[in-house]
């Protein structure tokens, strides 16, 4: 009895800091990787799917610039610019953040309660749980549309451009990774929520064309309530349109920020109103 | 933090309720329609007013039927909810107050759903653990050591919770559980759906990790098997109030004077059972009574077993 | 058959489905906004060409086509391809083979409760306003009569493509990777993304012989009248392609998920 006594009033009070995430983080991966290795069938079958997908979206978009050479100022080359964009700043959400797609499954079955016994923070557990490789294909994809687009339209390729590019793709990022946590996290409320993560997943497909299409009230909701319009357009104006970036593109890094913070919180208020009704 | 005495106990609960408002649904299809336009809620007080303390090393079980009130108190003694009312302390912290500091020291079973990463081999969830509740070399080197002499380790190791059988993964999530070396470890249904060899095996681990390692286990369950062969102290909760709270012993002798009559009549092969007070009902009369309808094959009169009793008190 | 069995699942369905009144709110909602990004989009691409009609098809047109087409995706889709790979690795499904009803039928009666409660929630409100705000563009005639038939296979053909991608889950565990194939041919081969009319010849020759035109194009086709559905010569055999695609798909669909079965009960699932 006094042994564990002791042993209980000595146990240090853990402080788990970003370092300590991260490390975990890391090994998952590390883990998770190997053990797809193992299992080969699964990941062709994944990586073909991942493939079809970009197929189809590239024909639908060659379909379009077929019958339409230009929209709304925008010519061929520029649009791809776009597109390739998109596709890139897409990476990340199928990657790290893919676990979301199972979190209404889990919420109705009940089994979701199981992540909240852990001594570290519920989002970041369910979300490590899976790591999806087949994403990569699809930024193999953007890149190549990206490069090529870029050559096109005869852009610079400056240490200034690159360093853009790379803090306006994960800006880009944080927007659609902000999306999906708000889509995927309805489900706690609201029980057949499930559509809600299809029809926001299908919004990505418009990411690729210029925001400028919208007017009115769509116009706002477009910009900062459901806001594709920041996942390919204003990021990448900061390098279409040198010499005219609006403010909301240099703008954007700051509400990527805030857009992904407001969403982990909406996902957290969820997993509280979980534990109260929850089985 | 404050330190305590040594006597003092893992778990306090004091008068602790907790109310839930929930959805009157309405039959039929017409209810449905009804319920798209209006709804009516009404307020459930899923556990009222209990009190419990549990000491450290005890293995209680806490029973009731489905849903008088025992996955509201775990869940509130594990710090996910936070009571209506009343106070609980858990070894020595406020479980919803300070949450993560409270699931260091637990650990959850539930004996249906895995906690384990269902793609990895068991050996680097462990690891994975290990990091994640910041468990010493030396201590995880240990407690891998204590394993081994309890259980077979070597086949599950290396395998992949996905391809274990039922057991191996309840094994695997009891092991998983205690890998902290937690104050308490809370128990659900361990022992679902396994077989009598499993189960056994089940039950001698959880004895064995209990008297190395002084660990609280708290178990619910509707298997008496496991009530039988772990626990000391049972609590039994109903409609979300305490109903009963003392040693098996005392079960037993506060229902001694019950007998289980088993009877097989001529021409049937099963035994016919009835549970007899004999401070009321004779046992001979009882015979005698059964004797001027039916012959009677064989006799056995037998102490009540706990399964029985926990029936008595349920039906109250 | 026993009528009355499918009925009660039928009517389980619906009640099920009223139940997620939320749910339905939001779908709605979000089908309105999903809209009217296909709503700016469009406009733009036909301010940007210049004319009033390409392929045929005037900007209003394009609309209807593309919003019928959403109310109906919303109306059709299923999600038995997770549904049964959820099942399929949780072993439910060796209850429900044991039902004394078979698979395929049990799970298409199961759906057609949501089915019904989808059609009266989302398609028909939306057709209402559509036709309200087009003021005559669609015409209301015998065509809706032709248009609920070819609804009702379409729903048919759905079901069977939905069912055999479904039973490839009891070889793989693959589930993402063969919906996501599926999804993504049926979107773009049906006609729900981007109307037929616009894809160059020689893919539309290849579309038009596939089975997913019969999900989504056709009964849009008959509905608003195009490619001379108005006449009866043109309608009969885009009710027959449909109709062979049904009993094609049925039968392929029957013959391949017997011979799973057959696969996994040996195995021992």
Request: charged letters at 20%; a positive charge.
């Amino acid at each position: 009895m006094n042994e564990k006594n002791n042993l209980t009033n000595q146990m240090p009070i853990h402080k788990r800091g970003l370092k300590f995430y991260a490390s975990i983080y890391k090994k998952i991966i590390i883990q998770d990787i190997k053990s797809k290795m193992s299992y080969r069938a699964d990941f062709i079958i994944s990586t073909v799917g991942m493939v079809m997908t970009n197929l189809a979206g590239f024909l639908t978009f060659m379909i379009l610039f077929h019958n339409f050479p230009t929209i709304n100022g925008w010519d061929y080359h520029h649009m791809l610019f776009l597109y390739g964009f998109s596709l890139v700043a897409l990476t990340p959400v199928q990657c790290f953040f893919d676990n979301n797609w199972n979190l209404r499954f889990q919420v109705q079955s009940g089994d979701f309660i199981k992540y909240c016994f852990r001594p570290i923070n519920v989002f970041f557990y369910f979300i490590s749980e899976v790591f999806d490789v087949k994403g990569l294909g699809q930024l193999a994809f953007g890149l190549g549309t990206l490069g090529y687009a870029w050559h096109k339209i005869g852009l610079p390729v400056t240490a200034l451009n690159i360093g853009k590019t790379i803090v306006f793709l994960i800006t880009a990022s944080l927007f659609m990774i902000a999306i999906m946590n708000f889509a995927a996290a309805t489900c706690f409320w609201i029980i057949g929520s499930g559509y809600v993560m299809v029809i926001m997943f299908r919004f990505k497909d418009f990411a690729r064309y210029p925001a400028s299409i919208f007017s009115g009230i769509f116009k706002i909701i477009f910009t900062f309530i459901i806001p594709i319009a920041f996942v390919a357009y204003y990021p990448s104006l900061v390098l279409l349109t040198p010499d005219k970036v609006p403010v909301l593109s240099w703008l954007s890094p700051l509400f990527g920020v805030l857009f992904f913070y407001l969403s982990y919180r909406f996902w957290m208020l969820g997993v509280r109103k979980y534990d109260f009704t929850g089985s | 933090m404050s330190k305590q005495a040594s006597n003092e106990p893992a778990i306090v609960m004091e008068h602790v309720s907790k109310n839930f408002k929930v959805l009157n649904r309405r039959e039929g299809l017409s209810g449905s329609i009804k319920d798209l336009f209006s709804r009516d809620y009404k307020t459930l007080q899923a556990v009222s007013d209990v009190s419990l303390t549990v000491g450290r090393g005890e293995i209680i079980g806490y029973l009731g039927p489905n849903g008088a009130g025992k996955s509201t108190t775990i869940k509130m003694i594990t710090g996910v909810l936070e009571p209506s009312e009343g106070k609980i302390m858990v070894n020595g912290v406020v479980p919803y107050q300070n949450r993560t500091r409270n699931s260091e020291q637990i650990g959850v079973v539930f004996g249906q759903r895995s906690q384990l990463w269902w793609s990895l081999p068991l050996i680097e969830s462990f690891n994975l653990l290990r990091d994640i509740y910041l468990v010493e070399e030396k201590e995880y080197k240990d407690m891998l050591e204590l394993y081994r002499s309890l259980v077979d380790l070597e086949p599950i190791l290396h395998k992949p919770v996905r391809q274990m059988s039922l057991g191996q993964r309840t094994l695997s999530d009891i092991l998983a559980a205690f890998l902290h070396n937690p104050a308490i470890v809370f128990l659900d249904e361990p022992t679902i759906g396994l077989d009598v060899a499993m189960k056994s095996k089940i039950r001698d681990l959880i004895l064995g990790l209990n008297a190395q390692k002084k660990t609280t286990v708290i178990l619910t369950t509707h298997d008496m098997g496991d009530v039988d062969a772990l626990c000391k102290r049972v609590v039994i909760i109903d409609k979300g109030k305490k109903i009963y709270d003392n040693d098996m012993d005392h079960l037993k002798t506060f229902f001694g004077s019950y007998r289980t009559l088993r009877m097989r009549l001529d021409g049937e092969d099963e035994w016919t059972e009835r549970v007899i007070d004999e401070n009321k009902t004779d046992v001979m009369k009882e015979i005698e009574k059964t004797q001027k309808e039916h012959k009677i094959k064989d006799i056995q009169v037998q102490e009540i077993s706990t399964e029985e009793i926990i029936k008595k008190i349920y039906e109250g | 058959m026993n009528l009355k069995r499918f009925a009660a699942l039928t009517k389980a369905g619906i009640q099920e489905s009223l139940q997620y009144r939320l749910g339905t709110a939001v779908t709605l909602f979000s089908n309105l906004i999903y809209l009217a990004l296909v709503y700016f989009l469009w406009k733009a691409i036909y301010a940007s060409s210049g004319k009033d009609v390409v392929r045929g098809m005037t900007f209003e047109d394009t609309m209807i086509y593309l919003i019928l087409a959403t109310a109906l995706f919303n109306f059709l889709e299923q999600f038995i391809v997770w549904d049964m790979s959820r099942s399929i690795q949780s072993g439910k499904i060796i209850l429900d083979l044991l039902k004394p009803m078979k698979y395929r039928i049990y799970t298409f009666w199961s759906y057609s409760g949501a089915h019904v409660v989808q059609f009266f929630l989302t398609f028909t409100p939306t057709f209402i306003i559509v036709c309200l705000l087009t003021g005559g563009a669609i015409h209301i005639g015998v065509n809706l009569l032709f248009f609920v038939l070819s609804t009702v296979l379409a729903l048919v053909v759905n079901f069977n493509i939905e069912m055999l991608v479904a039973t490839l889950c009891l070889y793989t565990e693959s589930t993402w990777g063969i919906n996501i194939v599926k999804e993504t041919i049926v979107l773009l081969l049906s006609g729900v993304s981007i109307p037929l009319a616009f894809f160059p010849e020689t893919i539309r020759g290849i579309v038009s012989i596939l089975p997913f035109r019969a999900v989504y194009d056709i009964p849009l086709t008959i509905l608003l009248q195009k490619n001379g559905a108005d006449q009866l010569s043109g309608l009969l055999p885009m009710l027959g392609m449909q109709l062979c695609w049904v009993v094609i798909l049925t039968i392929a669909g029957n013959l391949f998920f017997n011979h799973a079965v057959r696969k996994i009960t040996v195995n021992g699932g």
